[in-house]
C-alpha cells in the first residue's frame, strides 16, 4: 500500500523559514505528479504547488516568489521550501501524490505563523 507521510512543520514567527517533506512508501511505480495542498480553520483546502516527474513546477499566485517545490525521485520525495513566511500561511499542510488512477494523502502537518 502507498502512504505518504509528511513532516517538517512546526511554529515559526513572520519571515522565518520552514521546509516540509513528504516521503512516500510502497511505491512500486513512478509518481506522475506530487503537489502540496493547504487548508485554514473554516477554508476550504486550496492548492499550494504541483510539481510533475520532470520538474515541471506550478504555484499559487499567494506563494510565487516564496515557496519553492523539489522532488527527489530516488527517494520518493517531494519537499516544499517555504521562505518569508507570513501569518496567513498558517495552515494543515498535506501532500499529494497521482499514480494513475489513484489519488494519494497525507495526514497533514500543522504550520504556523505567529509573532
Known amino acids: 500500500q502507498v502512504q505518504l507521510t509528511e513532516s517538517g512543520g512546526g511554529l515559526v514567527q513572520p519571515g522565518e523559514s520552514l521546509r516540509l517533506s513528504c516521503v512516500a512508501s510502497?511505491?512500486?511505480?513512478?509518481?506522475?505528479?506530487l503537489g502540496w495542498y493547504r487548508q485554514a480553520p473554516g477554508k476550504e483546502r486550496e492548492l499550494v504547488a504541483t510539481i510533475t516527474t520532470i520538474g515541471t513546477q506550478n504555484y499559487a499566485n499567494s506563494v510565487k516568489g516564496r515557496f519553492t517545490i523539489s522532488r527527489d525521485n530516488a527517494k520518493n520525495t517531494v519537499y516544499l521550501q517555504m521562505n518569508s513566511l507570513k501569518p496567513e500561511d498558517t495552515a494543515v499542510y498535506y501532500c499529494?501524490?497521482?499514480?494513475?488512477?489513484?489519488?494519494?494523502w497525507g495526514q497533514g502537518t500543522q504550520v504556523t505563523v505567529s509573532s
Open positions: 510502497g511505491v512500486r511505480r513512478s509518481i506522475s505528479l
Open positions: 499529494k501524490g497521482s499514480i494513475y488512477p489513484y489519488n494519494y
